[in-house]
């Protein structure tokens, strides 16, 4: 994972250091401290200038400085990780890898064919010295970050990086769209004062030609956010990159052909682990469950497994078992999600290595004693009874751990770390308890949180943002031999289970469209849910993350999985006409019953603002999508 930047000027009053801010630069070393170093290609006729800033974390192969440059000067800036599609070896570095391929590349076809076989996260920008061109993306997903900011007509630069700083007036950052590649003619470009970008959209591979409408329509998309002096064009030719997916099935009905009643005259009363276990004695459907199982279980494998282990200087052996750190975290909230990623996650990271589980909480004001049972205070009870029943809550919630800062997460997730022993006693479970107190989210937002969440700008955007930044950044206290002591987590990949309520029907808003639209309804707003999902969830999260020299990796978004989901018609992921528990994400609660987990299966969705207590902290009355006050940049004096 890198912090890439990219800043080209036909400007040549200036350095082209002077457009690439100091504060942007410290934000994409944080990205990438292993290594930091910078080029500038200059070309004299007709003018233009380009600097490239790389910032490197290491976490496979050796360490690969960049930007990378070869005889032909050509320039890569690398930002991802190839799973699968071109093959990169055990001892190898992906980015060496991808620059290799890239130089072989005599055509515009050969660089769409080379970018439609990976499989993984990735951003890129990449100078063709022949051809004098600039190509730049996101993957499909839009996974990976990456920004782009057009200065007006007469200072003619371009700036490209995963990261920047909110400028007090002038040109405003945006995210690049996850459309497909862009290429900049920068011979054209210096020659005429005119920025065209060429996009090279996505298509379904099953699709023989890109129905002209859905051309037009990411055209029109792409072009309205940009500023009028920047045009946007399609080839003639119409080159495409083939999507890394398949299209979602919009079938209504499963393999038995019964489709669920939307009337809800068959829901069951009482939610259960045995309601999960009558589905699982269906022979059809315990063998799809073991289908799903089995892809999202590769897909975990090849993201715990794909990173460097420190061994001994001198040895080259793994240290002992006692002595041995964490390489993986999961963002863990003991939900459905997160605990089934950490029960995968712990069938391929190698054995005696632990794994943090990072739990954060906020907090307003230190505790006050509880007059009466309040509305929350009995949902967070019903809550207790279903994770940990009977005398199982006395040590979950004893005096030791009771405190302001036992959210509905940290309840839940601490009822998650007992399952997880149950699997697997003999892992070291770092169940880190990350406690933000009110004062130190607004010292931290303002420092820092409000920069990498920008250019995004909602209330929404805020309380996750600021969650995951805290828990990503993984300092609080771990439990030794019942006493809590200080921990900062020093896992370099960061498991999210972003991606499966967008696929399995998650979401309240999907009962909604149920109950108004039945399954067609539903089909539409799922499918909406991946197109969105780089421009709502992705590049932000990449950003927060990142800011800690961490990297973030998403299960559930690997390809095999998106494309094993997407061939299921919806009636087999979900069914809402069960209750919250178990109609949502039907299919992954069976896979976690499977997999030997218990209480957690039937949880309801929680959004991390909810459980972790952010949401309303300091606004009571704003809603999720206003534009939150909190994330602009304040002067010296509001501090």
């Known amino acids: 994972m890198c912090g890439i930047c990219c800043v080209v000027t036909l400007c040549s009053q200036h350095a082209v250091h002077d457009f690439l801010n100091e504060d942007t630069l410290c934000c994409l070393r944080r990205r990438g401290p292993d290594s930091s170093q910078q080029l500038i290609k200059t070309v004299s006729e007709p003018f233009y200038e380009c600097l490239f800033s790389g910032h490197v974390l290491h976490l496979r192969g050796p360490v690969t ?3 990378l440059e070869d005889a032909s000067n050509n320039v890569l800036l690398w930002n991802g990780e190839i799973f699968n599609g071109v093959h990169v070896g055990d001892v190898e570095n992906d980015t060496e890898v991808m620059f290799h391929h890239l130089a072989l590349c005599s055509s515009e076809a050969d660089i769409l064919s080379l970018f439609s076989l990976l499989r993984g996260p990735w951003s890129f920008i990449y100078y063709q010295a022949s051809r004098h ?19 007006g007509e007469a200072d003619s630069t371009l700036c490209l990086a995963s990261v920047a700083v909110q400028a007090e007036s002038g040109n405003q950052w945006q995210e690049v769209p996850a459309s497909g590649i862009f290429k900049i003619d920068l011979k054209a470009y210096a020659t005429t004062k005119c920025l065209c970008l060429t996009l090279f959209p996505w298509k379904y591979s099953c699709t023989e030609k890109a129905a002209p409408e ?6 029109d998309q792409v072009s309205k956010d940009l500023p009028d002096h920047i045009h946007l064009v399609m080839k003639e030719s ?22 669920p009643d939307t009337d809800g005259s068959n829901i069951p009363h009482v939610v ?14 315990r063998k799809l469950v073991h289908q799903f199982t089995a892809v999202l279980s590769e897909a975990v494998k090849r993201r715990v497994l794909s990173l460097v282990r420190e061994r001994d200087g001198n040895t080259r052996e793994l240290p002992s078992i006692s002595g041995r750190k964490a390489h993986v975290a999961v963002l863990f909230s003991g939900g459905i999600d997160s605990m089934v990623v950490a029960a995968l ?26 007059k009466g049972p309040t509305k929350n205070h009995a949902s967070q009870e019903v809550q207790l009874s279903l994770v940990c029943p009977q005398e199982g809550c006395q040590d979950l919630d004893s005096g030791a751990h009771l405190s302001c800062f036992d959210v509905p997460d940290r309840i839940t997730g601490r009822a998650g770390l007992k399952e997880l022993k149950a699997i697997n006693p003999s892992r070291t479970w770092n169940f880190v308890e990350i406690n933000v107190t009110l004062e130190e989210l607004k010292k931290m937002r303002q420092e820092r949180i409000h920069d990498l969440i920008y250019p995004l700008d909602t209330v929404l955007d805020d309380s996750i943002g600021c969650a995951i930044w805290f828990a990503s950044r993984g300092e609080g206290f771990v439990s030794n031999q019942g006493e809590l002591k200080p921990y900062k987590s020093p896992a370099k990949v960061v498991l999210s289970g972003i991606g499966a309520d967008e696929q399995l029907a998650g979401y309240s808003r999907h009962r909604v469209c149920f109950k108004k639209y039945g399954l067609e309804g539903l089909n539409k707003e799922l499918e909406m849910e ?32 998106v494309s094993f989901l997407s061939s299921l018609p919806v009636s087999e992921k979900a069914d809402l006409t069960l209750p919250r528990g178990v109609g949502e994400k039907l299919i992954l609660r069976l896979a976690a019953k499977e997999l030997g987990l218990t209480a957690s299966t039937v949880l309801p969705k929680r959004a991390v603002q909810f459980g972790s207590r952010i949401a309303k902290l300091e606004n009571s009355r704003e809603k999720a999508a206003d534009t939150c006050s909190r994330l602009k940049l304040l002067s010296v004096g509001e501090l």
């Open 530 to 561: 991946l197109d969105r999902i780089s421009s709502r969830n992705l590049g932000r999260d990449d950003r927060i993350i990142g800011d800690h020299g961490k990297e973030a990796r998403f299960p559930f978004l690997d390809e095999d999985v």
């Open 345 to 370: 996650a712990d069938k391929h990271v190698p054995a005696g290595e632990p794994i943090d589980l990072l739990n954060v909480a906020f907090t307003a004001k230190q505790q006050t004693k509880q």
């Open 238 to 259: 119409k080159l495409f990159l083939t999507a890394p997916v398949i299209p979602l099935n919009k079938t209504a009905c499963g393999a038995s052909g019964e489709c």
């Open 272 to 285: 259960s682990v045995e309601t999960l276990q009558g589905f699982l004695a269906e022979e059809q459907k």
């Open 133 to 151: 061109a600039l190509w730049f993306g996101r993957d499909y997903f839009g996974r990976r970050s990456l920004l782009w900011q057009f200065s």
């Open 65 to 67: 400085a960049q930007p």
């Open 214 to 219: 859905g051309v037009i329509n990411v055209l």
